[in-house]
Structure formats: structure tokens, C-alpha cells
């Protein structure tokens, strides 16, 4: 079950749509106008501060109202603290649903709090469990809140809660491989693999119209899988991991087939690079320029040959001449990229929005439109949907 009204976010996306085609000139303010009133069903979503401040608020109000209410339903049984959390978890998530529709409300912070508390209040519970079942691995108590992470991304589409289920994921499949050697061995590689694939899958579910509801879910994922998919076979990382699992000294010792985890650390942002440019993908980009710093850094704390000092300036001089380079080269477009500011693409989207919304027949569509397809840009793409 979606607890957000989708109209209201479709509404939302159509007026901040008609305010670029204005600022464009493709509308006049009366069209501008018109577009709002038709269109006045938007979520409530205020400003950063008012969303820190209700978000505040939300955690105050759970934890006041859990106290108030265990001292009239906590007993003297075992299991008194599990059932009474999840019980008020339970009456805060009704709550929070009735709240959401009836105030309109989409991240406004008060209803993040919310979620963030009701899936916390799953942890006495899980504990109980867990201390029945004498559970030994903290991979168990993860694949417990699998699920319900799961549930709650289905319904919420929380970025924050998406990024728990990722690395809850994640954890869980590390987790299983270090109990056997050759999957300690491997697990670089297979962590790599699973986000690389999980990254191709999100990528290509953001292009479908039912995945507009995720959009900012997706937005946050997609690239912290492509880094971690990085992170995973980065030789320092992979050093340092090595030593930690198994419990070698501070100072970690050279690990196997360090040539490849090295070539690897050299190569993979110049594919990530590469792929941000394919796939015209900001949040790509921006994933691969940090990668290049991760391995520039990697390989100067073990084989640093510079002064701190000097290798800081002699590394800002060649990023602000690149970028000076770049600056210079894309003022024509290459490749799709440019450094002139964006104009709006009369996408299919935007056609219905102009024809429907100003009252005038369809407008000439500039490109051939396919049915059933879409371009909405998860993962920090684009704005087209």
C-alpha cells in the first residue's frame, strides 16, 4: 500500500514543470496561473528548517508518548517491553498514515521522524527473538528487519530507510560469505558484482512511469550502490578489511593479488566516468570524480612521494585547469553535455501538461514520443519523466 497520494506528487512535479516552461517564455503567468489553481492538491513539504525543527518534534512527541503509555501497559513479564513497543509502534503507524492524508504531508520531517521511531520500536521485539532463538550472528537480527524495511520502502519510499535496506542487504550477504574461505576470499568481487547489478537494475526501473513514486528513494541509492560497488574492490579498503576480519595487527599486511586490487583502484573511476557520460547521468559523474580521489589518496598514503602540503596545491592546480579546459570545450555541446543552462525537452509528460493544463490542442511534439516508455532521471539523472 502507497501511504502518499501520488496525484498530489504529480501535481507537485506539474507546477514546478509550468515554472521552468515559464521561466523559459514557453508560458505566459496567466497559463502560469491557471496551471496552479487546476493543480492547487500539493503535498505540504516546507523549507530545510521547518522540516530539522518538525522533524525534532516528531522524535520528542514518540519518545514522550512511549514513555507515557509504558507506564500504564509495561508489566513485570519478559515479554511486557516487546509487546508494549510494538503495540504503541503500531498505534503511531496508524496515526502516522491518518496524519499523512489528512494534512498532505510528503517529507515534511514530522512524518520521517515518525517512520524512523515506528521501525526502531521492532527492535525490543527483535531482541526478544533473537535472545529465544539464541541467536549468535548480528546477520540474523538483520534479515529480521529485512522485510519490514522492504514494506516500508515499498510504501513510504523513504530515502533514508531505502539506504538501510541496501546495506542491510548488503551486510547480511558479507555476513554469510566470510564463514566460509573461499567466499572471504571472494568477497570483494561478489560485493562488486551484487551492486553492480543491483545499481544496472535500479537504473533501468527508474525509466518506467511506476517508478516515479521512488524517484527520491532512487535518487539516493543509485549512487551509493555504483560507490560502494567502487569501495568494495578499492585496494586500501580491501586492505584494511582483510586485516579486520581476520584480526591481524593495526598495521595491515600486504594482501593477495594486491596487482589486481591496485589495477582496479586505477581503472574503475575511468569506467564510472565513462558510464556517466553513456548514460547522461549527473549523479554518475559526481561518483566517479570521487572514486578518482579515493584512489589518488589510496595510493598516496601507502606510496606518498609529495609533501602533504604539496601535493594539495599541485592537485588543485590540475583540477582547476581541467575544469578550466572543460569550461572552455563545452560551450558547444559534446556528447550531450554542456555548460549552458538546461532547457526543458517537450517530452511526453510536458505535452500532456501544456495541452491539458492551458486549455490548448497538443503542441507539436519534437521528437518522436514511445508509448510506455518514459524518461524520468532516478539517480540525479534529469527531470523528463
Known amino acids: 500500500m502507497k501511504v502518499y497520494n501520488e496525484t498530489w506528487l504529480q501535481n507537485r512535479y506539474a507546477i514546478e514543470l509550468a515554472k521552468r516552461l515559464q521561466e523559459e517564455a514557453i508560458l505566459n503567468s496567466e497559463q502560469l496561473e491557471s496551471i496552479k489553481k487546476l493543480h492547487a492538491a500539493i503535498p505540504y513539504s516546507p523549507n530545510i528548517f521547518i522540516k530539522v525543527l518538525l522533524f525534532i518534534f516528531g522524535c520528542i512527541g514518540f519518545g514522550f508518548g512511549g514513555s507515557f503509555f509504558a507506564i500504564f501497559l509495561f508489566g513485570d513479564t519478559k515479554w511486557g517491553l516487546p509487546l508494549c513497543s510494538v503495540f504503541y509502534g503500531g498505534i503511531t503507524l496508524f496515526g502516522l498514515i491518518h496524519l499523512i492524508r489528512q494534512r498532505k504531508l510528503y517529507f515534511s520531517g514530522i512524518d520521517n521522524a515518525l517512520l524512523y521511531c515506528v521501525l526502531g520500536s521492532l527492535m525490543p521485539l527483535f531482541m526478544k527473538i533473537s535472545e529465544i532463538n539464541n541467536f549468535k550472528e548480528p546477520w540474523q537480527l ?9 514494506l516500508a520502502v515499498y510504501s513510504f519510499g523513504e530515502p533514508l530507510v531505502a539506504l538501510g535496506l541496501l546495506f542491510d542487504f548488503l551486510f547480511i550477504i558479507s555476513s554469510l560469505l566470510v564463514k566460509h ?8 568481487f561478489i560485493l562488486a ?7 544496472f537494475l535500479l537504473h533501468r526501473f527508474s525509466k518506467r512511469r511506476t517508478a516515479f513514486y521512488w524517484h527520491t528513494a532512487l535518487e539516493w541509492v543509485s549512487p551509493v550502490v555504483l560507490f560502494v560497488a567502487y569501495l568494495t574492490i578499492n ?5 584494511e578489511a582483510n586485516a579486520s576480519l581476520n584480526n591481524l595487527p593495526s598495521s595491515a599486511p600486504q594482501i593477495s593479488f594486491a596487482g589486481l586490487f591496485w589495477g582496479l583502484t586505477a581503472i574503475v573511476p575511468v569506467i564510472l566516468l565513462w558510464l556517466g557520460i553513456f548514460l547522461r547521468n549527473r549523479s554518475t559523474l559526481v561518483v566517479a570524480l570521487l572514486a578518482g580521489l579515493c584512489s589518488v589518496l589510496t595510493h598516496r598514503y601507502y606510496y606518498g612521494f609529495l609533501p602533504l602540503e604539496w601535493g594539495l596545491l599541485l592537485g ?13 570545450s563545452l560551450k558547444t555541446p559534446k556528447l550531450g553535455f554542456s555548460v549552458a543552462p538546461e532547457t526543458t525537452k517537450n517530452t511526453l ?13 497538443n503542441p507539436t511534439v519534437s521528437q518522436e514520443v514511445k508509448m510506455g516508455g518514459g524518461d524520468f532521471g532516478g539517480g540525479g539523472a534529469g527531470d523528463q519523466y
Open 349 to 361: 509528460l510536458q505535452t500532456v501538461v501544456l495541452s491539458q493544463l492551458t486549455k490548448t490542442p
Open 235 to 239: 585496494y586500501g579498503f580491501v586492505r
Open 193 to 199: 558484482g551484487v551492486a553492480a547489478i543491483l545499481f
Open 316 to 328: 588543485g592546480l590540475a583540477l582547476a585547469s581541467i575544469a578550466y579546459a572543460l569550461l572552455r
Open 181 to 188: 574461505p573461499l567466499g572471504k576470499t571472494l568477497l570483494p
Open 142 to 150: 538483520g534479515t529480521l528487519y529485512l522485510p519490514f524495511l522492504l
